[in-house]
């Protein structure tokens, strides 16, 4: 579980141009669940959702992960835990040009020391769940969006993280894409991922496997309940 406790997140403190981006939030997010971080563009979702996978730190207020406190840990056990407990999914997928649909999987492997040989079995048995293996060889530069998405997905589970979180995950993608995002979703959630979405998408919040929508605006939570 994630548990947020009076978190704020001030920009520019201290400077004319100070801005508060998340107002004294306290949230716990449930394991296995998925939960969506609803709100208007600007709203402080997306900053919430960084919090949440420990991108950025608070300006005050304490983050629980799994019952330990994490809130003031120094930066090299904060990168080890990003890269052990969370897969993150970007609006812009930040697919690597230049290299193979594989390297970008097993690219976020590459720091925990593994032999390079099991790396690429896990990579290929996860673009295999999402019908990439094909392209394991192509260029990322080459894929369609759905693609490209796809492969996303395999390179933030190419560590077995428990945590998922994703930003706009389908921002730029049309209908049919959106709605197999979510189907993809639907699979992770079966697979006992906690998945934490910032979306204001009518298709990401309607979604029936959708467990909890929490509603941001001007940095507050202005409301918190299951979906249904």
């Known amino acids: 579980m994630i548990d947020l406790q009076d978190i704020q997140k001030t920009f520019n403190k201290g400077r004319p141009n100070e801005?508060?981006?998340?107002r004294r939030v306290s949230l716990k997010v449930e394991p296995q669940l998925v939960t969506v971080l609803k709100g208007p563009s600007g709203s402080g979702k997306t900053t919430l959702l960084?919090?949440?996978?420990?991108?950025?730190?608070?300006?005050?207020?304490?983050i629980f992960l799994d019952g330990r406190e994490i809130t003031s840990l120094p930066e090299r056990f904060l990168t080890e835990i990003r890269r052990r407990t969370y897969g993150f999914i970007f609006q812009q997928?930040?697919?690597?040009?230049?290299?193979?649909?594989?390297?970008?999987?097993?690219l976020p492997a590459y720091p925990t020391g593994e032999r390079r040989a099991v790396l690429r079995d896990?990579?290929?048995?996860?673009?295999?769940?999402?019908?990439m293996a094909h392209k394991a060889p192509s260029?990322?530069?080459?894929?369609?969006?759905?693609?490209?998405?796809?492969?996303?997905?395999?390179?933030?589970?190419?560590?077995?993280?428990?945590?998922?979180?994703?930003?706009?995950?389908?921002?730029?993608?049309?209908?049919?894409l959106s709605r197999e995002f979510m189907e993809i979703v639907a699979t992770l959630?079966?697979?006992?991922?906690?998945?934490?979405?910032?979306?204001h998408d009518p298709i990401v919040c309607s979604e029936g496997l959708v467990d909890r929508i929490v509603e941001v605006r001007d940095g507050s939570l202005v409301s918190d309940g299951p979906h249904r």
């Open 122 to 131: 896990r990579a290929m048995e996860l673009l295999e769940l999402f019908s």
């Open 50 to 62: 960084s919090l949440l996978g420990c991108m950025t730190r608070p300006t005050s207020g304490r």
């Open 19 to 22: 801005y508060v981006a998340v």
């Open 139 to 176: 260029k990322v530069e080459w894929l369609s969006g759905g693609e490209s998405q796809r492969v996303a997905i395999a390179r933030a589970l190419i560590n077995d993280p428990g945590y998922v979180i994703a930003d706009e995950p389908t921002a730029h993608l049309d209908t049919a």
């Open 93 to 106: 997928f930040n697919l690597v040009k230049g290299i193979t649909v594989l390297e970008n999987v097993m």
């Open 189 to 199: 959630k079966g697979r006992g991922k906690t998945i934490v979405m910032a979306s």
